[in-house]
């Protein structure tokens, strides 16, 4: 098991920005892909991105690439979600993601999910 608890969801007027926080615990948390969804009402989960182990590599939605980085900080345990430029439709609830596999896009490729922080653009 690998507890995720997200931080940091909020309401940001349109163009604001926000920087969401994921706490993992364990041992082993540091050799672990960790990662972004959300899911919006009435819409499917979609993935917004992620980074490698090392945090030397990242890859992201392209809703949201050039707007949205993800950092990590292996010594806390800790990933960021930093949003740039929000626009009303990246409303949703976020959630932090992890694996030991990185590349997927996928929610079936992340076993441990976090319960989810809201974040409301304003328009």
């Known amino acids: 098991q690998v507890p995720l608890v997200e931080s940091g969801g909020g309401l940001v007027q349109a163009g604001g920005s926000l920087r969401l926080s994921c706490a993992a615990s364990?041992?082993?948390?540091?050799?672990?892909?960790m990662g972004w969804f959300r899911q919006a009402p009435g819409k499917e989960r979609e993935f917004v991105g992620a980074?490698?182990?090392?945090?030397?590599?990242?890859f992201y939605a392209d809703s949201v690439k050039g707007r949205f980085t993800i950092s990590r900080d292996n010594a806390k345990n800790t990933a960021y979600l930093q949003m740039n430029s929000l626009k009303a439709e990246d409303t949703a609830v976020y959630y932090c993601?992890?694996?030991?596999?990185?590349?997927?896009?996928?929610?079936?490729?992340?076993?441990?999910w976090g319960q989810g922080t809201q974040v409301t653009v304003s328009s």
């Open positions: 364990g041992p082993t948390t540091s050799y672990y892909t």
């Open positions: 993601v992890a694996s030991q596999f990185y590349g997927r896009r996928n929610g079936a490729g992340y076993p441990y």
């Open positions: 980074i490698n182990a090392s945090g030397a590599g990242t």
